[in-house]
């Protein structure tokens, strides 16, 4: 594994617009609740330099800023998020391949004036199981955002973004793309948080096939959006407009199979969360009506079945599990849930009766255009200090700055 402070420096990096005014950057950053009323979140202070990492890349150092949603608070017990957004550029290294070119956004709780909690294991002697023998520590977890909202991201892409499809973690996701007036290409997401579980491997805990539950358990939101390669696996526009959303990890996919005329991904998490219940699965995919008619040659304006089958691989058993579509305007949106984990496969089929009667699709809400997030609080008097952690150091700028977890005051 490559240090952080060693990774090559080749993401490219989506900071606020008003810091740069071209592409890439982040227009805006807006959460939603279940009325419709829309928070605006503002990028403040204190802000402090540092670098995205993802697998073995990482961005230049940036203004890490936090991003403040008035009046609603996360785990944290504050108002503050963190937006990552950065592009993994064709050619670089992703998991051993090298034929992802992909912006990626994260959202997450601040860890700022909240330092990150420690994960506690039950079934353990000891929660010192991160660290080295030598000097074991405590493990740290990501703080959960806000369930109860959507969030609502719009990035200036690169003007080099051909986009295909997007998947990601995330509930009743979805992601478009679309040119304003000036010519930029606006890419904008909207989705609701997933429980997102993975269990604890270091050094001093080893991995352990028979572990079902998880160690950790969070909210937060999880964004792949791709552009077109030339091997794409599918002759229907590679996929182009095309977005699927799920707890858990993905393992592979998505992938058109002909011979079953089936969508299909496999998706792994734990068997149970963190507090011991059930970890039950979400899915759902949005795709434009004219996509869905190249992949099963069926004509949406009239009445369609779409069926999901969940297979379990380790246990050879399937079912077929609920599902709901809809199409509203111009693009079909199916949803499923129910399955359970820790490796199930899911395919998507859409079948069509000779005697289908038409059907009036559902109108397209108007949507509020969103303002750029251009303001930050007005600042105090502002104060640098230097923070340090093993051989990495971040410069903090604020009012009252203060380290992060895990760093020292030089």
């Not at 402090?48 to 230049?60: C, D, H, K, L, V």
């Not at 890419?187 to 352990?208: A, D, H, R």
């Amino acid at each position: 594994m490559v240090a952080f402070a060693d990774a090559p420096k080749k993401l490219i990096p989506y900071v606020p617009c008003f810091e740069t005014n071209k592409a890439p950057c982040i227009e805006s950053l807006r959460l939603i609740s279940d009325s419709g009323e829309i928070t605006e979140a503002i990028p403040t202070g204190p802000t402090y330099i540092s670098s995205y990492q993802f697998g073995r890349e990482s961005t230049p150092e940036i203004n890490i800023y936090q991003w403040k949603t008035p009046g609603i608070i996360h785990e944290n017990k504050t108002e503050l998020l963190i937006l990552e957004a950065y592009h993994f550029p064709l050619g670089m290294e992703y998991g051993g391949a090298y034929d992802v070119d992909e912006t990626i956004i994260y959202i997450f709780a601040s860890s700022m004036n909240a330092p990150q909690p420690a994960v506690r294991f039950p079934d353990l002697p000891s929660d010192l199981v991160c660290g080295s023998k030598s000097s074991p520590e405590r493990c740290e977890r990501r703080w959960s955002i806000n369930g109860d909202y959507t969030y609502e991201v719009t990035l200036r892409a690169l003007s080099t973004f051909d986009f295909s499809y997007s998947n990601g973690e995330a509930r009743d996701g979805n992601l478009t793309m679309k040119i304003n007036k000036n010519g930029d290409k606006l890419l904008t997401f909207s989705g609701k948080p997933v429980t997102y579980s993975y269990i604890q491997v270091t050094e001093l805990k080893p991995e352990n096939p028979n572990q079902k539950a998880a160690d950790v358990s969070y909210n937060f939101i999880g964004v792949y959006a791709h552009t077109v390669l030339p091997q794409s696996r599918s002759n229907c526009d590679y996929l182009r407009g095309m977005s699927l959303w799920y707890s858990g990890s993905l393992v592979s996919g998505p992938e058109y199979l002909p011979a079953e005329s089936a969508l299909t991904l496999q998706v792994t998490s734990t068997h149970l969360r963190a507090d011991r219940r059930p970890n039950v699965g979400t899915f759902n995919i949005v795709m434009p009506i004219k996509l869905a008619k190249c992949l099963w040659g069926v004509d949406l304006s009239k009445a369609v079945s779409a069926s999901i089958s969940v297979s379990y691989p380790e246990l050879g058993i399937s079912e077929v599990v609920t599902t709901a579509s809809k199409v509203v305007g111009d693009t079909f949106y199916v949803s499923a849930a129910g399955f359970h984990f820790s490796a199930p496969v899911i395919k998507m089929k859409v079948t069509q009766s000779a005697d289908a009667k038409p059907i009036e699709p559902e109108a397209v809400k108007p949507v509020e255009v969103a303002a750029p997030a251009v303001k930050t609080a007005t600042p105090k008097k502002s104060i640098s200090i230097v923070c340090s952690k093993g051989k990495i150091t971040k410069k903090i700028t604020g009012a009252k700055p203060k380290c992060p977890a895990g760093y020292k005051k030089k």
